[in-house]
């Protein structure tokens, strides 16, 4: 599963730019590739793990939680911006088993909102492990419907806003030692204003952990995907949840969402006023505008550029970011050429 799918990103030069010499311990024998390997392996362990329970689930087999929990407990060992597992959960994006991907990303997504809200590490484990279950009812629906471009008839979409009870009927097995984990697949769908589904319920009344993943679930679904519905920009995407959910979801979970995810999250790509597209490499909380970028391609001159210069836009104040690049039209400038 390549990020940007047929386009490796270049990380040549990211290593001196991104790599902290404080997070390394002294005398560490392990490379810094090795360490990135061992990351994005974790991200397909994830993967492999999810599509594991949906298949246990519709063969009526037990679900191996403890092995949820251990990949769970390594992702939350990074929350540095340019995780691998957190690279791959933004850039990767295929049909094919979307909402076994949506599972995982969730989960990424909501440690990290929850890092940034300071939350300790075993509330963040909990999380990780309810977010990257919180879907398990879609193991219940037909594909026929999960895949449909169509619109789904009313007797579809129930089934659609069903998928709530049936993942939490399933987990329901686990509820004695683990009570958040079926209420987590409840309420996953819920809104703090009763705009959700399947029960209408408010406020506090949702559980902190199915608030935290639901908001993590609409990002994912936003920026991926889907047989319906379309893909937003990055930029596009945190847009949209501020216009249409701002009511939907606390202020501090929406001001944690801003926080993970920049407007320009590292690997998305730009357009600057000089027409020159970059790549974004590094991301700064106090300017989200205005990012780290290695130049990538010339508009004016219809070429890719060789020199691959790196541009702190903090320190150049005459070039700002005008638009978001999508992946798809940068696949068409690199092989138009």
Known sequence: MAVLRNIKPDTSDLKTNMIRADTVPAG????????????ERLYDSLVDYAGSVFSAIRNQQKIPLDKGFE???????NHL?????????????????????????????AVKMADNLKWPV???????????????????????IIYKKESLTDKELQIIKNRPRMGYKILMPFAETYPWLPVCALQAHERIDGSGYPDGIKGDDIHEYAQLSGLAGVYEALIHSRPQGEKYLYSSAVKEIIRTNK?????????ALLNVFSIFPIYSYVRLNTDIIGKVLETYPDQPMR?????????????????????????????????????????GLFYNE
């Open 247 to 255: 009511k939907s979801f606390k202020s501090q979970y929406l001001k």
């Open 81 to 109: 911006p340019e995780d691998p597992v957190f690279i791959k959960s933004i850039h990767h994006d295929s049909l094919e088993d979307y909402y076994i991907f949506h599972c995982v990303n969730t989960a990424v997504y």
């Open 122 to 144: 075993n509330k963040q484990i909990e999380l990780g492990v309810g977010a990257l279950f919180h879907d398990l009812g879609m193991a219940m629906v037909p594909e026929k």
């Open 291 to 331: 990012p780290k970028i290695q130049v990538v391609y010339d508009m004016k001159k219809h070429s890719p550029v060789s020199d691959k210069r790196i541009v702190n836009l903090p320190d150049n104040s005459l070039l700002n970011i005008v638009d978001s690049i999508s992946e798809t039209d940068i696949k």
């Open 71 to 77: 990949l769970v407990k390594k992702m939350t060992e």
């Open 28 to 39: 560490a024998g392990l490379s810094f590739q090795s360490l990135e390997s061992d990351r």
